[in-house]
Each structure stands twice: as C-alpha cells, then as structure tokens.
C-alpha cells in the first residue's frame, strides 16, 4: 500500500467489528465483568484481563479469565451461564457504544470505488447483524460474517473460502494481536488500528498503526481531514 493511495490490486475490505468499526471494548470489558459477578473488586480484575484479549474469539476469553481470574475450573453448566450473561450484556453495551470516528465516511468512500466491504466480527452472527442495524452500518457493507467458539483465524479462512476470495486482494483491519496473527495465517495484508494502547509494539509486517478509519482514510484514502 502506498502512501494516500488505496493499492490498485485490493478488491476487498474486511473489519473487525470491536475497536474497528465500534468503541466498544471498555464497554465489552466491563459487560464480561458484570457477567461473572458483582463484585467490584473482582470486576475489575476481569476487565483488565480482558482487554488483552484482543482479537480473540468469546470462548477463549471466557475460559482464559476462568482459569486466571477465578482460578478453579468451571462447575457445571458455569460456561454456558457466563455465555448466556455476556450475549445479553455485551450486545447492549455494543448497541450503546459510539461509533469509531470515519467510520461511515470511510465504508461509504470504499462503496463508491466498487471496493467489497465486509463485517468480520467474533460477536455470534445473529447479534452481529442486530448491532450492526442499530447503528446504521448495514447499507454500507457488502457482507457480515460474525463469529463463535472458534478463533478469528478460522472464521477469516471461512469466509475467503466460502466467497470466495483472493487473500492477497483483500486488506484486514484490526485492533489486536489475534486480528494480525489471523491475517498472518491466512496470508490477507493488515491494517493496524490503535488508539494509543500500544498493543502492536514491536510487530512488524503490517500497515500502520493508524490511531482510527479516520486516519486510515485521511492519510491512504486522501479524504478530508475529521475534526
């Protein structure tokens, strides 16, 4: 990709959903959180951790603050209750959470150059789609493939199969270090998106990191500035 131009070859935009196209990763964190108790304390332990989960399906953060958080195993049943939980809070939070700046201006620049726009999320497909709708991102992309109990590698590798799709000729945006080992698995070329957290510190092989789409679509795009 070269600098204020969109590499000729891209046919293909994919995103991720958290920390991507929505703000909401506090707000996630602290509905996981609220899912596994109400104890403060404990809380906010649990959003800690699962803030560097990033790019990581919703079973495996269950499991991982299960084991490094709580400490003991699951009792029965216990998984299923903390899914059920998080569906519930976790889609409300993300239907409350405001929209990452550029978003809609950058999805709509990209429709307008014929680029295919896709929604790859680890939120369950159903609950994607709602989310999705009530932030008005619906019209603005091409498909929506969400997520389960499975890892972000293996979800992308789904959809470039099933559409299919040239790896090459696609770009993924992402906000973790599973988004970037997902693109580097399936061969895809990654866009970084960092706030400010330093979450790619020391990777390499990756465009950016680019604090928002904003300033993705600015500097490659050529689109005006966002105040």
Known sequence: MTNRVLDLKITVCIFDVNGVLID?????AQAMAQAFTDDPTLQGRIAEKYLTLT????GTKIRTIQQHVIGRPFEEKEFELWWGRFKTLGSACMRRAPLIRG??????ELGGRQITRVALSNTPVAELQDILATHGLEPLLDFIRGGGDWPKAESLARLLAECPLEADRCLLFGDGKGDLAAARRASVPFVAIDPGTGEFTAEEGFAGPYRDLAEWGETVLGMPRYR
Do not use: H, P, T
């Not at 790019?55 to 919703?58: A, L, P, Q, V």
């Not at 978003?103 to 709509?108: H, I, R, S, T």
């Open 24 to 28: 909401s990763n506090c707000a996630n």
């Open 103 to 108: 978003c809609k201006e950058v999805l709509g």
């Open 55 to 58: 790019g990581i399906d919703r």
